[in-house]
């Protein structure tokens, strides 16, 4: 089955400063890529995501890259502020009613 | 939509009590997760159901969990008996149809087993 693996566990950056999420997957089948966002005490909710058609995709101040061949994508986020603070899960599937896979989550703190 | 409802956001109860946990999922999805939620494990898939029918239940870790889905509009996890490593958040998610579809989280059922 799919693997996911997030790195780094945490982060911390100043304000305004950019901050990069990675994560790699084992499954070549794998062609939906979401980033969720979850803050203290709340549940996880879609920030952005990716499809493997698709190598990079911009919204705003974050952005997503896939690369199929190394089974890798990232999401960075620019010009980072206090309420970018929280865990981010980087997760795959495949097409169909699959689960997703999620990584182990990064937390990230935004210092101002 | 109010989204996906998850009932109780809190349950606490002794160990060897019989635990049950309730979802509902988005009108119109068809697939409903269940994950568990842990500082040391993450997120963990731990059932999910495609149109009622449970398709893979090998996330569930132990016979002392078990699942149902009825109907399109409600789910159940029930933990019998209980233990002190049951603690956990308990998330229910749905999605609808199609293999890019976003899952959508309930707010999660906060699980403490004394």
């Known amino acids: 089955g799919e693997n996911v693996e997030q790195h780094p566990s945490t982060l911390s950056v100043q304000e305004g400063d950019s901050a990069v999420i990675k994560c790699t997957y084992s499954d070549s089948a794998s062609n939906y890529f979401p980033w969720y966002k979850q803050e203290l005490g709340k549940r996880p909710q879609l920030i952005i995501d990716?499809?493997?058609?698709?190598g990079e995709k911009k919204d705003q101040r974050i952005a997503v890259t896939l690369n199929k061949t190394a089974k890798h994508f990232s999401l960075h986020i620019t010009e980072t502020q206090p309420e970018d603070s929280a865990v981010y899960f980087c997760a795959a599937r495949d097409s169909g009613n699959t689960p997703l896979v999620f990584g182990k989550g990064t937390r990230l703190s935004v210092i101002a | 939509d109010a989204g996906v409802i998850q009932s109780p956001r809190h349950e606490v109860t002794e160990m060897g009590q019989e635990v049950t946990l309730r979802c509902k999922p988005i009108s119109g999805h068809n697939s409903l997760f269940w994950y568990r939620q842990t500082m040391m494990r993450g997120l963990e898939l731990l059932i999910y159901?495609?149109?009622?029918?449970?398709?893979?239940d090998s996330g569930m870790p132990e016979d002392r969990f078990s699942a149902k889905m009825p109907n399109a509009s409600f789910s159940t996890l029930k933990i019998q008996p209980s233990e002190p490593r049951d603690s956990a958040v308990y998330f229910c998610a749905s999605s609808g149809t199609g293999g890019f579809t976003e899952a959508f989280f309930g707010q999660g059922t906060r699980l403490t087993v004394v």
């Open positions: 159901f495609n149109n009622n029918v449970p398709i893979d």
């Open positions: 990716i499809r493997s058609n698709v």
